[in-house]
């Protein structure tokens, strides 16, 4: 029997092409995203459970409170792991981890090397590391010592087998011969630890000692990670026992306050990826937003739901030609089971070579995914077993669903009514068209979500930031912050660079206090060329004064301080700003430090997503090494020669380090890289949805005209127009295809809504945004009805009439 639906089966699929190749391509495609979609969900979710202690490994974060707002950070001092591993029995190793800058000597050229750290040998004891050359039981034991990975030994020594040779290092600022400890093979993609480089934390205690070590508790910027001595420990207890050493080692009432108010909590090292609320550290890589996975996931399935509903629509529809088939069958002893597990059966059988199809589609279309997503994976989909299982699994059942409602509507099929061949379709097929309106519901609002996407990127990327950014660089200094006089005076003899500026970038805030009231803002050290250069309104007061720009309040020395109107508002300032007196942190109790003597608009110094922020600027001395960077503004045509020429000048200050500029306007552009990143994937989405859909809706106006043969061909004999057939035949899909689009709207407001509360500039939600691609989705509807409708329409009526 199951040989003989298999020949049936087969005989069908190859006398009705266009049917089987709308079912397996529409399946295989649903198939294809299923298996990309599962193969980076299960990436995320298995990040460091390859690890064999992971349930024990713990990273130690510390929470701060700022002023009434609590904050968790992914960093501690550099001391506290230690000290809690001396004195808390239940944590049995600890590890630390510090970025180190360097530059390694290949031949005679200098390359800087990145995902360099300081780290513990207890690193190589907490995690799994694979040796290919060398050992890491006594790594870093010599303070002159490096363990590397397998990319880093291949590109210096064109082998792994490299244990005890050296390396010429220039490591902060100095240059020095490493011997290599190890080699291991490089961490899999899927781990949350990552480096390519160790270097041993007494190098890093001498290169970088403890200025005060009163206050070490209080230095937060390293990362800790803990080793527990067994699963399932009371995290809380052992939390509380954190809580007691920190107390025991800062009992000093005034330089232990601040170490004091900081909480240490343990937060699980496989939870560590898809937590987005903690910023990442130092030796791990960036957290994931774990709603991406959500959201991938969602497209995934409902793909695949999309070419189930073709499946499942177009197999009733196909049953009417087939009804003499079925009258056959019954005639012959066939049960309703029977005829039912016969449908069940070709469902399955089409799912299959569609899962085949659809493991080869992803297979070729893995590295675009990969591009698209911008992740790496450690293996293809065929390589993975437990996946293509799972999908295979998935397959099944989603055959089984498909095919259960038409195998069962044509197991009721009556005898008489098959062999006559007068079967239709009873009812309204409430759910036939229920399923058709959830396809174009689902299209429109991938569809709208894409043009918002578009809408919202352009807006950011063409939002005022309150400078200009064209034809403007940044050259960083990174460790040749004394040279910055030396560089300036190189740029200045360029007939070609129009204005320069020194600054020390925005990536430092500070606290300060008024009417007691105390409040973060970001704070830079700058020249008074900075704000000529990018073109700051000055609103009131003055600039700021070369070198030094000071008050003498009494025997007091106050710092006088350029701040934004945004500044001024989130201090509650009221009136004239210029002349007015703050604080810094500690409240009104505080000696005055501050002074305000100009203000200038606001100005978006990061992204526009962010939105507008306070930000303070005060004058400093290059001499002092006060700037981390030099911004100038250069001819238009000169863009193509800037980096030969900086290049040239950082030579003659640096010969070791590689020069980092950027052009400013590239930035800015590139701060979107997520938001881009995005579109692409839900562009792809609703190429695919609309694709897959307008195929099963093709198909569905195929079948509604093959019904309808005899009636167009009287219509046409009664004196009907083309036209007027194609209008018939098309208006009962048109209004699937509205209401489909009146059920999008409202739904796709509802997750946009939600999307651009994360962007402090953001589009308006308005009419057009929801009409325009609801008028695309409806033309791209009506021309896939149409052009069959017309066939239709145009056939000659003798055909359909000569059986009569």
């Given at each position: 029997?199951?040989?003989?639906?298999?020949?049936?089966?087969?005989?069908?699929?190859?006398?009705?092409?266009?049917?089987?190749?709308?079912?397996?391509?529409?399946?295989?495609?649903?198939?294809?995203?299923?298996?990309?979609?599962?193969?980076?969900?299960?990436?995320?979710?298995?990040y460091?459970?390859?690890?064999?202690?992971?349930?024990?490994?713990?990273?130690?974060?510390s929470?701060?409170?700022?002023?009434?707002?609590?904050?968790?950070?992914?960093?501690?001092?550099?001391?506290?792991?230690?000290?809690?591993?001396?004195?808390i029995?239940?944590?049995?190793?600890?590890?630390?981890?510090?970025?180190?800058?360097?530059?390694?000597?290949?031949?005679?050229?200098?390359?800087?090397?990145y995902?360099?750290?300081?780290?513990?040998?207890?690193?190589?004891?907490?995690?799994?590391?694979?040796v290919?050359?060398?050992?890491?039981?006594?790594?870093?034991?010599?303070?002159?010592?490096?363990?590397?990975?397998?990319?880093?030994?291949?590109?210096?020594?064109?082998?792994?087998?490299?244990?005890?040779?050296?390396?010429?290092?220039?490591?902060?600022?100095?240059?020095?011969?490493?011997?290599?400890?190890?080699?291991?093979?490089?961490?899999?993609?899927?781990?949350?630890?990552?480096?390519?480089?160790?270097?041993?934390?007494?190098?890093?205690?001498?290169?970088?000692?403890?200025?005060?070590?009163?206050?070490?508790?209080?230095?937060?910027?390293?990362?800790?990670?803990?080793?527990?001595?067994?699963?399932?420990?009371?995290?809380?207890?052992?939390?509380?026992?954190?809580?007691?050493?920190r107390?025991?080692?800062?009992?000093?009432?005034?330089?232990?306050?601040?170490?004091?108010?900081i909480?240490?909590?343990?937060?699980?090292?496989?939870?560590?990826?898809l937590?987005?609320?903690?910023?990442?550290?130092?030796?791990?890589?960036?957290?994931?937003?774990?709603?991406?996975?959500?959201?991938?996931?969602?497209?995934?399935?409902?793909?695949?739901?999309?070419?189930?509903?073709?499946?499942?629509?177009?197999?009733?529809?196909r049953?009417?030609?087939?009804?003499?088939?079925?009258?056959i069958?019954?005639?012959?002893?066939?049960?309703?089971?029977?005829?039912?597990?016969?449908?069940?059966?070709?469902?399955l059988?089409?799912?299959?070579?569609?899962?085949?199809?659809?493991?080869?589609?992803?297979?070729?279309?893995?590295?675009?995914?990969?591009?698209?997503?911008?992740?790496?994976f450690?293996?293809g989909?065929?390589?993975d077993?437990?996946?293509?299982?799972?999908?295979?699994g998935?397959?099944?059942?989603?055959?089984?669903?498909?095919?259960?409602?038409?195998?069962?509507?044509?197991?009721?099929?009556?005898?008489?009514?098959?062999?006559?061949?007068?079967?239709?379709?009873?009812?309204?097929?409430?759910?036939?068209?229920?399923?058709?309106?959830?396809?174009?519901?689902?299209?429109?609002?991938?569809?709208?979500?894409?043009?918002?996407?578009?809408?919202?990127?352009?807006?950011?990327?063409?939002t005022?930031?309150?400078?200009?950014?064209?034809?403007?660089?940044?050259?960083?200094?990174?460790?040749?912050?004394?040279?910055?006089?030396?560089?300036?005076?190189?740029?200045?003899?360029?007939?070609?660079?129009?204005?320069?500026?020194?600054?020390?970038?925005?990536?430092?805030?500070?606290?300060?206090?008024?009417?007691?009231?105390?409040?973060?803002?970001?704070?830079?050290?700058?020249?008074?060329?900075?704000?000529?250069?990018?073109?700051?309104?000055?609103?009131?007061?003055?600039?700021?004064?070369?070198?030094?720009?000071?008050?003498?309040?009494?025997?007091?020395?106050?710092?006088n301080?350029?701040?934004?109107?945004?500044?001024?508002?989130?201090?509650?300032?009221?009136?004239?700003?210029?002349?007015?007196?703050?604080?810094?942190?500690?409240?009104?109790?505080?000696?005055?430090?501050?002074?305000?003597?100009?203000?200038?608009?606001?100005?978006?110094y990061?992204?526009?997503?962010?939105?507008?922020?306070?930000?303070?600027?005060?004058?400093?001395?290059?001499?002092?090494?006060?700037?981390?960077?030099?911004?100038?503004?250069?001819?238009?045509?000169?863009?193509?020669?800037?980096e030969?020429?900086?290049?040239?000048?950082?030579?003659?200050?640096?010969?070791?380090?590689?020069?980092?500029?950027?052009?400013q306007?590239?930035?800015?552009?590139?701060?979107?890289?997520?938001?881009?990143?995005?579109?692409?994937?839900?562009?792809?989405?609703?190429?695919?949805?609309?694709?897959?859909?307008?195929?099963?809706?093709?198909?569905?106006?195929?079948?509604?005209a093959?019904?309808?043969?005899?009636?167009?061909?009287?219509?046409?004999?009664?004196?009907?127009?083309?036209?007027?057939?194609?209008?018939?035949?098309?208006?009962?899909?048109?209004?699937?295809?509205?209401?489909a689009?009146?059920?999008a709207?409202?739904v796709?407001?509802?997750?946009?809504?939600?999307?651009l509360?994360?962007f402090?500039?953001?589009?308006?939600?308005?009419?057009?945004?929801?009409?325009?691609?609801?008028?695309?989705?409806?033309?791209?509807?009506?021309?896939?009805?149409?052009?069959?409708?017309?066939?239709?329409?145009?056939?000659?009526?003798?055909?359909?009439?000569?059986?009569?």
């Amino acid at each position: 029997m199951l040989k003989n639906y298999l020949k049936i089966a087969i005989r069908n699929l190859s006398k009705h092409k266009g049917y089987s190749f709308i079912n397996i391509f529409g399946l295989a495609v649903g198939i294809c995203c299923c298996l990309l979609i599962f193969l980076y969900v299960k990436d995320e979710l298995t990040y460091d459970r390859f690890q064999s202690k992971a349930n024990r490994i713990y990273r130690i974060n510390s929470v701060i409170d700022w002023f009434g707002n609590k904050d968790t950070m992914g960093a501690t001092n550099r001391v506290e792991a230690f000290e809690y591993t001396q004195r808390i029995p239940e944590i049995v190793d600890f590890t630390r981890f510090s970025s180190a800058t360097i530059v390694v000597q290949k031949n005679e050229e200098w390359v800087q090397e990145y995902g360099s750290f300081y780290t513990d040998p207890g690193t190589f004891r907490i995690f799994d590391f694979r040796v290919l050359d060398g050992s890491l039981e006594e790594a870093l034991s010599n303070i002159n010592s490096v363990v590397i990975n397998r990319t880093m030994a291949e590109k210096y020594f064109g082998s792994v087998k490299v244990a005890g040779r050296q390396l010429n290092i220039k490591l902060e600022g100095n240059v020095e011969k490493y011997v290599i400890d190890a080699v291991f093979e490089d961490l899999p993609h899927n781990s949350s630890l990552y480096g390519q480089a160790y270097f041993s934390w007494q190098k890093f205690e001498r290169v970088r000692p403890l200025r005060n070590p009163t206050r070490a508790w209080s230095n937060i910027g390293y990362t800790s990670v803990v080793l527990l001595d067994k699963e399932n420990v009371d995290i809380q207890l052992l939390e509380q026992k954190l809580k007691e050493v920190r107390l025991t080692l800062n009992p000093d009432e005034k330089e232990g306050e601040w170490a004091r108010n900081i909480d240490s909590k343990l937060q699980a090292f496989t939870s560590i990826h898809l937590d987005k609320e903690i910023s990442s550290s130092a030796g791990l890589r960036s957290s994931s937003n774990p709603t991406y996975s959500y959201i991938l996931s969602g497209i995934g399935f409902l793909i695949l739901l999309l070419a189930c509903i073709n499946f499942a629509n177009l197999s009733v529809a196909r049953s009417i030609p087939r009804a003499k088939e079925i009258g056959i069958r019954k005639v012959l002893g066939a049960r309703k089971k029977q005829v039912a597990w016969q449908f069940l059966g070709e469902a399955l059988y089409i799912s299959i070579i569609a899962f085949v199809l659809g493991l080869i589609l992803a297979e070729l279309f893995l590295p675009t995914f990969s591009q698209l997503t911008n992740k790496s994976f450690s293996s293809g989909i065929i390589q993975d077993a437990y996946l293509v299982l799972a999908c295979l699994g998935v397959v099944a059942l989603s055959a089984l669903l498909a095919g259960a409602y038409p195998a069962f509507v044509v197991a009721r099929f009556q005898i008489l009514k098959s062999l006559s061949g007068k079967v239709k379709l009873q009812g309204r097929q409430y759910l036939t068209k229920g399923l058709v309106l959830f396809q174009f519901a689902i299209a429109a609002i991938l569809v709208i979500g894409t043009l918002a996407m578009n809408r919202q990127i352009s807006f950011l990327l063409n939002t005022d930031l309150g400078y200009e950014d064209k034809n403007m660089a940044v050259m960083q200094l990174g460790g040749n912050r004394s040279q910055a006089g030396v560089i300036m005076s190189e740029l200045l003899k360029n007939p070609n660079i129009s204005m320069t500026s020194y600054s020390d970038g925005f990536g430092s805030a500070t606290s300060l206090g008024y009417n007691n009231k105390e409040f973060f803002s970001a704070y830079t050290e700058v020249d008074t060329n900075f704000i000529h250069l990018m073109d700051l309104d000055l609103v009131a007061g003055r600039n700021l004064k070369p070198l030094r720009d000071v008050y003498l309040k009494g025997t007091d020395t106050l710092t006088n301080l350029i701040v934004t109107e945004n500044f001024i508002e989130k201090a509650g300032i009221e009136g004239d700003a210029v002349g007015t007196f703050l604080t810094g942190g500690g409240g009104d109790n505080a000696k005055d430090q501050y002074r305000i003597v100009g203000v200038v608009k606001d100005f978006i110094y990061s992204s526009a997503k962010n939105g507008v922020s306070p930000v303070v600027m005060i004058a400093g001395n290059p001499d002092n090494g006060d700037f981390g960077s030099i911004s100038m503004r250069y001819q238009p045509e000169y863009s193509t020669q800037l980096e030969a020429t900086l290049n040239e000048i950082w030579r003659k200050v640096d010969p070791y380090t590689p020069l980092q500029f950027f052009f400013q306007e590239e930035i800015n552009r590139n701060s979107y890289g997520e938001e881009k990143r995005w579109k692409s994937i839900i562009t792809t989405a609703s190429v695919i949805a609309i694709i897959i859909s307008c195929l099963g809706l093709f198909g569905m106006a195929h079948l509604s005209a093959q019904q309808r043969q005899k009636e167009i061909g009287v219509r046409k004999v009664l004196g009907a127009t083309v036209g007027q057939l194609v209008y018939m035949l098309n208006l009962s899909f048109t209004k699937l295809v509205l209401l489909a689009s009146l059920v999008a709207i409202p739904v796709a407001y509802y997750f946009l809504d939600d999307w651009l509360s994360n962007f402090a500039f953001r589009i308006n939600l308005g009419a057009l945004l929801f009409l325009a691609p609801t008028l695309l989705t409806l033309s791209i509807a009506l021309l896939t009805v149409t052009v069959q409708s017309f066939r239709t329409a145009s056939a000659n009526p003798v055909d359909s009439l000569r059986d009569e």
